[in-house]
């Protein structure tokens, strides 16, 4: 689960595809390409926060929304336990 602020909402989307360069994104909340987003999330128990830029939207079958985002900045050591956490999932 990720918690999203997206055009100053705050929504609860489900993440897919991270990588250390973004993330695929599923949410009820739309999106446009350029919006600023600010998502927190945790990886193996740790949190990582972020602001993002919004790359690509799209509606999902169910009427829901799917958007990819690109990492812009990420705190402290959130880098470190991307890449470890895809690296993992490569194994």
Sequence with gaps: MVTVTVAGRLVDAVGADVS???????TAQSARVG????LVFFIHGDIVCARDTVRWCAP????????GVAF????????VL????CRASLH
């Design 35 to 38: 919006d600023e987003v600010s």
């Design 60 to 67: 999902t079958k169910r009427g829901l929304h799917t958007f």
């Design 20 to 26: 250390p360069g973004g993330i695929r994104l599923v």
């Design 72 to 79: 812009h900045a990420i705190e402290e050591d959130g880098p």
């Design 82 to 85: 991307l890449d470890r956490f």
